[in-house]
């Protein structure tokens, strides 16, 4: 290891995290009573420029007046580029601030941007006498975000998690599609031209940028969430985007429909054979230890070091979803 120890966010369930919209208050009592291990209450993209304000209202009533059943709570603030952000965070932080845990920060680009908004909470957790620090959840969704996510990842002590924006940071770069989240069938290789029928293999186009913010959060101990799929007819789709992300390294993914929230926590939960197995590796190791061997195998399979601290991520994980 290096001599460099990574510091982790504060351990949370983050499997799924539900979106809901300010404007509709309507979904509220839904959404608490919903299996989302984080909801998000949002106040950018989902509502429309004239419902900003009750929005807010809205938003800073539910957090006081609702039992969310224990469930880690979030607002999605508007963009630093809007005059909705600031009043957002006064209005929603004052009022309500106690009863949040996390604000998330859309299009996020720069480190200076995460220091603007932590300067503006602390100031007002400071003058309000708030005895929690409520957290930071940023969404990478923009170039200039990816480009700029080791730092991002670094600039304060409240982040907890990035999330890859799919819908944002494909208008961002360019990039040529209009599904959310979903794959592209002109992102494919083909099989050789060797005289038979070409087979098409489609590719995952979001593979580099996902893998990207997964190492940036990893190598500053926060927890990497793969943003929303908007097919919420294709559970199918839901569930391979969500298992690709897992592969990577995620550890939950958004629900943008209340039917996603089982798939993304089914997804993002360790398999009981997973445990079982990484349990096996731990005894085996424990046992390999007690003999002086630093290696040894396993179902005809070498473990080591390295799988002691990947068995133990598993376990940990399956302790903290059964509590
Ligand atoms: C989420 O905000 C996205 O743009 O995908
Ligand atoms: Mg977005």
Redesign the pocket.
């Known amino acids: 290891m290096s001599f460099t120890s990574i510091e982790q966010a504060p351990a949370r369930l983050n499997r799924s995290e539900l979106a809901v919209p300010g404007s509709q208050p309507q979904l509220f009592e839904k959404a608490a009573i919903s299996a989302a291990d984080v909801i998000f209450l949002d106040l950018e993209?989902a509502v429309a420029p004239q419902d900003k304000e009750q929005a807010r209202k809205n938003i800073i009533e539910a957090l006081n007046d609702i039992d969310w059943r224990g469930k880690t709570m979030s607002v999605r603030i508007n963009g630093l580029d809007t005059h909705y952000m600031y009043r957002d965070v006064v209005d929603v932080v004052e009022q309500a601030g106690d009863k949040l845990d996390l604000i998330m920060i859309?299009k996020v680009g720069t480190a200076a941007d995460v220091y603007a908004v932590d300067m503006m909470v602390t100031q007002i957790e400071q003058a309000k006498g708030f005895s929690k620090r409520i957290g930071f959840e940023h969404?990478i969704?923009t170039a200039l975000g990816m480009q700029n996510v080791s730092e991002i990842a670094a600039a304060s002590k409240r982040n907890e998690s990035l999330h890859f924006?799919?819908?944002?940071?494909a208008a961002s770069t360019r990039a040529r599609t209009t599904n959310?989240g979903g794959a592209n069938p002109d992102y494919a290789v083909l099989t050789d031209a060797d005289g038979g029928e070409r087979e098409r293999h489609w590719g995952d186009m979001w593979h580099y940028a996902i893998a990207r913010m997964v190492v940036a959060a990893r190598a500053n101990g926060l927890r990497p969430i793969d943003?929303?799929f908007g097919d919420f007819s294709d559970p199918d789709g839901y569930l391979a985007a969500a298992k690709r992300a897992a592969v990577l390294g995620c550890e939950g993914k958004w629900a943008i429909h209340p039917s996603q929230i089982e798939l993304a926590n089914q997804v993002m939960s360790p398999g009981e054979e997973e445990v079982e197995r990484a349990q096996r590796i731990l005894a085996a190791m424990r046992e390999a230890e007690a003999q002086g061997k630093g290696a040894v195998s396993l179902d005809g399979r070498l473990i080591d070091y390295a799988s002691i601290r990947q068995a133990e991520v598993l376990v940990e994980k399956a302790r903290a979803i059964e509590s």
């Not at 924006?165 to 940071?169: C, I, K, L, R, S």
């Open positions: 993209d859309p969404i969704e924006g799919v819908a944002d940071y959310i943003g929303p």
